[in-house]
């Protein structure tokens, strides 16, 4: 079953939610158990995340790294079988006080109604 726009609204919200708690209980309310999630930041290698552990490790290796991240411009774009979202987000490396600004775009999948997959590119703006 692919959610409607306003079902993947509220998982969307939900999900950020559990993030920025850092709840693996929460977020797996609203993914599948074989959740997928692949990162590449432009900057390091690409990351393949499956099971709560290496979220939680990624989450509390980011939240080391960065002293602040906040997201901006975030849109939501929903096709039949999948979902976008696209956005900035300006980061502060803590050890050094580098800000950076980057754009990005996610690509979600869905199964059961859940979050199947998270897909993440991103690459720093051109100054």
């Known amino acids: 079953m692919t959610p409607t726009a306003a079902e993947r609204d509220a998982l969307f919200q ?23 999630w692949r990162y590449h930041d ?3 290698a690409e990351r393949v995340l499956t099971g709560r552990d290496a979220i939680r490790q990624h989450i509390d290796e980011r ?10 411009d975030v849109v ?17 490396v803590r ?12 690509r979600y999948t869905f199964a059961g109604g859940k979050l199947a997959t998270k897909d993440v590119y991103r690459k720093p703006v051109a100054g």
């Open 76 to 92: 939501y774009h929903h096709l039949p079988d999948i979902s976008f979202m696209t956005f900035r987000v300006s980061e502060t």
């Open 14 to 36: 939900a999900f950020a939610r559990a993030l920025f708690r850092n709840d693996m209980d929460a977020l797996y309310a609203v993914v599948t158990e074989n959740f997928v």
């Open 42 to 44: 432009g900057i390091s």
């Open 95 to 106: 050890a050094t006080g580098e800000r950076r600004e980057q754009q990005g775009i996610e």
């Open 63 to 72: 939240k080391a790294f960065f002293s602040s991240s906040r997201f901006h």
